[in-house]
């Protein structure tokens, strides 16, 4: 058998052992993710170092998603199509508060705020000196759990605090009410975070579903 007729069997069996490799692989299908409504409102257990009903940090943060993502231990993983708006503590890892919002609910929620927004700097209130993210939790995690499940539960915008002098500045609080309308947690914003939360929020709620 000649050199040429040699290369070209060896070249077809090496074709044939990728082939017999690859078919497997490109005949698996993913894995299939389930849609399903995952917890409505969720809130932590305060840390130890907590004063009373207040979390103890001033480096909180909003965290946003659309959609949400559920990954229980043992359990497949699934999609919830609403959009989840968190209140963070990024040097513990945890959400502290968290809601998802449907599209209604989130248009209600961005237009609201929106409105008090405008309002304010129509009126020329005067964001005075920012303060960071402020969270406190009046419910707690039953037993020895880590989250309580809040069925029902909804971001509401609790109420505005106006400046009063140079050293206090107007914020808005808003709050995780349950479904019977007792509050579960709040976070207190400044107007600076509250036009930054605005634009974030209705970016994702705006957004194409999944």
């Given amino acids: 058998m000649s050199e040429g007729k040699t290369t070209r069997l060896l070249s077809r069996s090496g074709l044939l052992v990728l082939l017999a490799i690859a078919m497997p692989m490109s005949c698996s299908s993913p894995p299939q993710i389930t849609r399903q409504a995952g917890p409505d409102a969720q809130v932590s257990r305060l840390p130890e170092s907590a004063q009373e009903d207040r979390w103890p940090s001033e480096k909180l943060e909003f965290a946003i998603a659309r959609p949400s993502y559920d990954q229980g231990t043992g359990k497949r993983p699934s999609v919830d199509s609403r959009t989840t708006l968190a209140v963070l503590d990024p040097d513990r890892a945890t959400w502290i508060m968290a809601s998802r919002l449907d599209d209604a609910q989130g248009l209600e929620l961005t237009n609201q705020l929106e409105q008090l927004v405008i309002m304010s700097t ?89």
């Fill in 122 to 210: 129509l009126h020329g209130v005067q964001p005075g000196a920012s303060h960071p993210l402020q969270a406190a939790l009046s419910l707690q995690p039953e037993g020895k759990e880590t989250m309580r499940t809040l069925p029902g539960g909804q971001w509401r915008i609790l109420k505005v605090n106006t400046a009063t002098d140079g050293d206090h500045s107007s914020s808005i609080v808003l709050a995780i009410q349950d479904e019977q309308g007792k509050v579960a947690g709040e976070a207190e914003i400044d107007l600076p975070t509250a036009r930054d939360l605005l634009i974030r929020l209705s970016s994702a709620i705006r957004s194409p579903g999944p």
